[in-house]
C-alpha cells in the first residue's frame, strides 16, 4: 500500500474489545508491513475511558515501532462515553481524533469534533494540545450540517445547543453579572454564536447586509450575495425585524438552491375541522410550461404534497416531517423538513417561510427534484466503520 | 440540620474547581457537623474523567470519616463530559449520581440519567454496581420527559435516541443477521423501545387495545382508558394502520388534558402564494357558550392562533413553535409544541392531529387555558445548581 501513497492507516475493527496482546501483535505486523497510522476503532461504542486508555497505553508499551506512527482513535457514543474515550487516549499519546461534526454517525453517533475541540481547548492545562480549528467556525459549521443533513441539534447539546449558553437559574444570572467566569468555562463568542440578535429591517441597505453577511461568517459571490439580498428585501416586507438566523437561512436557503426540474410557482390550500382538506398547486417545469393541480388529504399539508406528486408524477413515502420556528415572535421564519423513500434510498428537503405550508412545499419539491435529477449517492470510504454523513465532516484533531 | 431529618446533604458549590486541602478540609467540617451525604458538584462542567476521579480519591483518602457518609456527585455536561465523570467517580467510590433523564438542565444540561444507568449495567464488568432501576422504562421515560418539557431528544443521542439501535451501514446490517452481539452491546428491548411497530387497525377491538397499552408500559384506569380508545376510533378512521407511537401520542394526549377553559370546536383556514392568509374559529367555553371569530396572519397556523388570541382576550408572544411527525407514511400523526411567553412566565402546550393545523391550534389552546387558569410555577428545590427541570427528573444511582 506504500507504494501508492504517503499515509497509510490501518484500522483493525472493534478493536477495543480484541484482547491487548493478540491486537499488539497485528498492530506491530501492520507497522511492519508499512502502516503510518495505526487506528484504534471502538466500534460498537463498549469502551470506558479508564480503560480505552490503558488499551493505547499498552500498545505504547509493547509495540515495536509505534513511536514512528500516528496513532488514531475512533470512538462511538452508545454508551455516552465517545468524547471521553477520544480525551483519555490523547492524554495517552493519541494524536489522530476520528470524529464527527454534531457527534453524527451509525445508531447513536461518533465524537462530536466540537466537544473534543473545545475541551482540548478549554483544559489546554491538562491535555497541552493545539488542534489548529478555528473554534468560532464551530457553531455555524454545526448549523450547516444540521441543515444538509436534517438532523437537528438538542437544545442542551454540549458547545453547539441552542442552550448551552443560556443561563436560567436567578443565581446564576447574577454570578454571570458579576463575573463571567464563574458560570462560564467558554464564551459564546468562542464557538462563534452571534452576540448581537437584532439585525436588520426592512430599510436596511446592501452594504449593511453585505457587512452582516460577512460577520456571520460566510463568503458568498456576488451572485449569491445579489440573490440573499432580494430574498432578503421580499423578508423584510413580511417580518418587522430580522435576526441573524433569518440571514443565516436565507443564506443556506440560496448556497442549497441546486438545478432545479421543478419549481413552486403558486398554491393555495383550504382546511378545517369537518372539512376534506384540498389544495391546488401551480408548478413552474424548467422547460417554462406551468402545470396546475388539485388534489385533497388528511391536512393542508398532505394536500399538497399528494397534488405536488400529481403533478410531477413521483410517488414517495414520507419519513420524517419536522418544522421548527427559526426566530422567535408570531411572524417568525418556519423551517421544513422533509425526509423521503423512494425505492430504498432516502432524499432530504428543507424549505423557509414564514408561512409553514410554503415552507413544506419548497421542502417536499426539493425532495422530488432530487430525485427528478437522481444524483449519484455519496461514495462511501471505509464501510467498516464509517456511515455516510461521517466522511463529510470527518477531520482529524 | 441532623435534628431535623435523617439524610442532611452538604454541597460546596463548583467543588471541581476548589483547591483539593482546602475542600477536603471543609468536607471534614461538614461531616463533623453531622453531614450524611457529601456531594461534589461540577457545577460549570469544567472537569475531565481522571482529574475529577482523582478530586474523589483524594477526599477518599484525606477525609476522616468520609466512610461513613455515602459521596455523591453532580456533573453538567458543558464540554460533553457529564456521564464520563460521574462514572470515574463511581469507580473511585462515589455511591450517588445525581442526574436528570435526557441529561436535561442548565446550560448544556446535566448528567444523562439513561447513559449512566446503562453504562453501569452493559459494564458491569468493571464497575460491580446495581442501580435497582428498570431499565425497560428508560425509553418511555425519555419520551415522557421529552413530551412535558418540550424539548425533543436528538436522534444521534445514546440509549434513548431515534437511531440509537438503527444499523444503516450494509455490512453492519449483515454483521446483526448473523450474530446480534457484533454490533449491538444492547438490546433494544433493555431500554424499552417497541419491538413491534404495526400494531392495530379500525377494527381492533377494546381488549386488543387494552393489551396493546399494557405491554406499552402505561397504566390507565378506566376512564382513561375509554377516553384514549375513543381518540384512538376516531384516528382510525383518519389513517390505516396505528403505530405504538401513535398510541402513546393518544395515551400522553389525555394524561395531559387538564382542566380547559376554552375547547377547540371548529375551524377552517386559506392559504396560499399571493393570498391573506385568514381563519375562523369557533371555541367552547367551559360556561356552555361557543363564541366565534376571524382573524388573518403570515401564514395559516398564524391567522389561527391570532383568532383565538383575539377570542380569548389573551396576547402571548411565541417563543418557539415546532411539529414534528410521530410516525411515518403521509397519514401520519402530526405533533404541534407551542412555546410562549406572558409577563415574564414561559407556557408550554402540545397538540396532535393528523392535520398539523389542527395541531397546533390545540397547542396552542393548551397555553391559552395555562395562562388562564394560572397554575403557579414549580417550586425551586435547590436553586445554587438546579434548573427547574431537573427536579422532576432528579434521581440518585
Redesign the interface.
Known sequence: ARGYCEDVEFSPE?AARTELDFLAEVVEKAIEAGATTINIPD????A????Y?AAIRHLKQHVRGIDKVVLSVHCH?????A???S??AL?EGARQVECTI????????NC?LE?VV??VK??SD?FKLETNINTRRLYPTSRLVSNVTG?????????V?Q??????????QHGMLMHHA?????RPDDVGFSKTNLVLGKHSGRHAFRERVKELGYHLDDEQLNRVFEDFKNLAD??KEIYDADIEALIEGVMHRGAALWT????????????L?SA?VALWRQDGTIVRDAGV??????AV??TIERITGIDV?????????IT?????Q?EATVEAELNGRTYRGRGV??????ASAHAFLEVINKIALKKPPLP?VN??????TEQAAEAGV
Open positions: 472493534d466500534t460498537v461504542g463498549y470506558i475511558p479508564a480503560q486508555a457514543d452508545d454508551l455516552g462515553l468524547v471521553a474515550n480525551l483519555a492524554q454534531n457527534g453524527l454517525g451509525e445508531r447513536a453517533g462530536a466537544e473545545m475541551a478549554t483544559r491538562c438532523i437537528q441539534v438538542q437544545r442542551n447539546k454540549a458547545i445547543g442552550n448551552a449558553f443560556a443561563h436560567e437559574a436567578g443565581i446564576h464563574t458560570y462560564e468555562i467558554m413580511k417580518k413552486l410557482e403558486a398554491f393555495t390550500c383550504n382546511a378545517g375541522s369537518g372539512t382538506p391546488a388529504g388528511d391536512g393542508p399539508v398532505d404534497f399528494r413515502n414520507l419519513k420524517d416531517y419536522h418544522v421548527r420556528s422567535m415572535g408570531e411572524d417568525a418556519g417561510s414564514t408561512d409553514i405550508i410554503e462511501r464501510p467498516a466503520h464509517l456511515a455516510p
